[in-house]
């Protein structure tokens, strides 16, 4: 059966009395967490589960969760607190805990949250997977208990929640951990060096992914422009020359790429790969030297330029985008002003901006910190300048009509329908009359955009593709509701 098949279940339709084992995944943080989903969904339905939309659904909750702020292990956190009614109200449920804040926190986590059934750090998910086909007969035939349905719906605070969409982006992990320990980043720690994945099985993974309907493949390392194959050296570049030779593939990407790792020859090779999405992220973290260098980045402003201008050589129209910590520890008002005149010059699509979080167990959460307030208020100016860039950014598609990959129902409005552009910007348009479930088989969305936001741009939907590089379909215009209209 297609994986697709297999999830799709409309939300909130309950599992009350169906003999089939379900689990329920929610992700947190970054993509190296989202190819562990994946990869946990996907022993799950080979042990025979579905997926459920809604943990009130499931037999097995799993929560992947995020250590890189501290705000994401508060939101971990958090979400297991709340999921406490649920175990209490069905002790039978199976509530597991996976990912980086389970390999930080391990032990504590008995004493925390001790109605958590199991936990299994960022190197035990074979562990997990071979748990889930071990659970599964346990639960052959048994009902989910009734007091389930009584609970009010939990609203997830996830940033990722497996559904019936989720099948048409395929990650595929090319390595695990990182050797580069920057003064800020607890990755390191919890997931230890450079670990690369032969290019064979890579390959072979994606391209099982691509016969499962996934439409765009995203490799994702934690410093993914540093691959090597392990038997023959080959770089990043001929990774994904070989994985865009897959038969079927329509987009390839990556995420998260390192600056000191890209060389003229692998920026000179991806632009080169006609399926490459239309982006690349390259994070600066800060432009001032003595920032980057307390920071361990291993580039100067200078050199870091040069990739800059690599890209704009060979993919001038590739989106630009970055990630910026303000108030590092050090950080001064010059250090400051070097980050925000670099943003002033409009460079970034986008920017992931946070004020610094101090991880423990990183050398830069013992350094004196800059106060609060002064972070903050840096992070205000920081954030006014970027976004004013990212708008304009956005703006400039209003008129044209992109190609995007769809996401399902918007998430803040129900009546509008998600999607992403290979430059990775979120558009947002009416939902169709004739939406339903065909349009995971038929994904692509022409959109002719009107007008762009900080968050995306809106538009209307104009047709529908069922490849990348095929023609439109038309799609029928939304009927306006003449009676709410006046
Ligand atoms: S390159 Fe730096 S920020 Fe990125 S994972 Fe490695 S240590 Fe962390």
């Known amino acids: 059966m297609e994986f697709a098949e297999r999830v799709r279940r409309p ?55 995020c250590t890189v702020r501290d705000n994401a292990e508060r939101r971990a956190y958090g979400r297991m607190a709340h999921l406490k009614a649920l175990k209490t109200a069905d002790p039978a449920l199976k509530l597991v805990v996976m990912g980086c804040l389970a390999e930080q926190d391990r032990d504590r986590m008995q004493t925390i949250v001790p109605h958590v059934d199991a936990v299994f750090g960022t190197s035990e ?75 064979g099985d ?39 020359r070989a994985a865009a030779a897959l038969p ?48 361990n980045r291993k580039y100067t402003i200078a050199q870091y330029e040069e990739k800059r201008e690599l890209f704009a050589r060979y993919a001038p129209h590739w989106a630009v985008t970055t990630d910026i910590i303000v108030g590092f520890p050090g950080e001064t008002d010059a250090d400051f002003e070097a980050t925000l005149e670099y943003c002033k010059r409009q460079v970034f699509a986008q920017a992931f901006m946070f004020v610094y979080s101090v991880r423990r167990g990183t050398p830069a959460a013992q350094w004196e910190q800059v106060p609060h307030n002064v972070a903050s208020a840096r992070f205000e100016r920081l954030m006014g300048v970027q976004n004013k860039a990212t708008r304009a950014y956005h703006e400039r598609k209003a008129g ?3 190609r995007a990959l769809i996401c399902g129902p918007s998430k803040k409005d129900r009546t509008k329908l998600a999607a992403k552009t290979p430059d990775n910007v979120t558009v947002i348009a009416p939902m169709p009359p004739d939406y339903d479930a065909t349009y995971a088989q038929t994904p692509w969305l022409d959109v002719r955009v009107d007008s762009g936001f900080v968050w995306g741009c809106t538009g209307s939907i104009v047709g529908r593709a069922e490849r990348y590089d095929a023609p439109r379909k038309a799609v029928e215009a939304p009927v306006l509701d003449l009676i709410a209209a006046r």
């Open 11 to 65: 939300h909130g339709q309950k599992a009350l009395g169906r003999p089939m084992a379900t689990i329920y995944i929610e992700t947190f943080g970054c993509q190296m967490n989202e190819a562990d989903s994946q990869y946990i969904a996907d022993r799950a339905a080979s042990a025979g589960y579905e997926l459920a939309q809604s943990p009130h659904d499931a037999n097995v909750v799993v929560l992947n969760t």
């Open 125 to 199: 998910l074979v562990q997990l997977g071979d748990a889930l086909a071990t659970w599964r007969e346990g639960f052959e035939g048994t009902e989910l208990s009734e007091e389930r349905a009584l609970l009010l719906p939990m609203g997830g605070t996830a940033d990722g929640i497996a559904d019936e969409f989720s099948h048409l982006r395929g990650f595929v992990t090319v390595q695990r951990g990182c050797s580069y320990y920057c003064t800020f980043c607890i990755v390191p720690h919890v997931r230890g060096r450079f670990d690369h994945r032969p290019m």
């Open 202 to 240: 890579i390959l072979r993974e994606a391209g099982a992914l691509v016969e499962r309907g996934a439409r765009e493949v995203m490799l994702v390392g934690q410093t993914v422009n540093a691959y090597r194959d392990p038997a023959t050296g080959s770089d990043f570049g001929a990774l994904c």
């Open 248 to 295: 079927g593939l329509e987009r390839l990407t990556f995420i998260s790429p390192h600056p000191k790792d890209f060389t003229e020859n692998i920026v000179r090779e991806l632009a080169g790969i006609p399926q490459m999405n239309s982006r690349v992220h390259l994070p600066l973290q800060s432009a001032s030297d003595p920032v980057l260098r307390r920071m």
């Open 400 to 402: 044209s009509t992109v």
